[in-house]
């Protein structure tokens, strides 16, 4: 079975550009999070997915950032325009239920989004 | 407000000895859960264990174990009979369990683990 897949792995722009991260969580998880890591700093939670539906995007920063998830699938997260400090690793998580005990969450391995 | 401090930023330990990687947590919440995960050099995010605030005994997974002392607001990781393939980056993270169960997850700014031949 898959596992979560983030697309680019890596991508440099300058700023002012317009960058789509994409992720594809595992089939059939109706969650679906972002999540950000700035160089040095903790991971921070963006927002979550319940299939379509935003359910919580308390952590966006600002509104260049939009996030999409058409479908109930795949989740796009757009950066528009980026700015130096939108650089950092963004990583994209999926989970079957929210869970009352361990509710897994799996992780991505992150695009890597570098803003000179 | 919730918060996660890790106040290793780096690690070193020799293969085999065991190692305990700090993490204390600060929360008002009467409910909510502690996890432990991963980062290796390839980037993904591997889950290793969990603590439910509730829960009675310690968790264990294979060689990891969670010391958690609620009182103390503390979850460290221990790692018994440490292997090359542990060096990684150490995330704490704690779940908030508002109304419901919820994923949203709030971090440690992490260890980095390096283990010696």
């Known amino acids: 079975e898959a596992g979560v897949t983030q697309f680019p792995s890596h991508s440099v722009i300058e700023k002012g550009q317009t960058v789509t991260l994409r992720c594809d969580p595992i089939?059939?998880?109706?969650?679906l999070y972002w999540y950000r890591r700035v160089m040095g700093k903790e991971i921070k939670f963006l927002l979550h997915f319940v299939k379509e539906s935003k359910q919580d995007e308390s952590g966006m920063p600002n509104n260049r950032f939009l996030a999409e998830r058409t479908g109930g699938t795949y989740s796009t997260l757009k950066v528009q325009p980026a700015e130096l400090e939108d650089s950092g690793v963004y990583f994209c998580?999926?989970?079957?239920?929210?869970?009352?005990?361990?509710?897994?969450?799996?992780f991505g391995e992150g695009s890597r989004l570098t803003v000179l | 407000a919730q918060k996660i401090t890790q106040t290793q930023p780096g690690m070193f330990v020799q293969e085999k000895e065991a190692v305990t990687l700090d993490c204390t947590y600060d929360t008002s919440d009467p409910s909510y859960g502690l996890f432990w995960y991963k980062q290796p050099s390839s980037g993904e995010m591997i889950f290793l264990i969990y603590q439910g605030s509730y829960d009675q005994q310690n968790a264990t997974e294979g060689r990891y174990s969670l010391n958690f002392q609620k009182a103390r607001k503390s979850a460290n990781l221990v790692i018994s009979a440490s292997q090359l393939g542990d060096s990684a980056m150490y995330f704490c993270?704690?779940?908030?369990?508002?109304?419901?169960?919820?994923?949203?997850?709030?971090f440690g700014t992490g260890t980095l683990l390096a283990v010696q031949p």
């Open positions: 998580a999926s989970s079957q239920g929210l869970g009352t005990t361990r509710g897994e969450l799996f």
């Open positions: 089939s059939g998880h109706d969650n």
């Open positions: 993270a704690m779940r908030r369990v508002l109304g419901g169960a919820t994923n949203k997850l709030i």
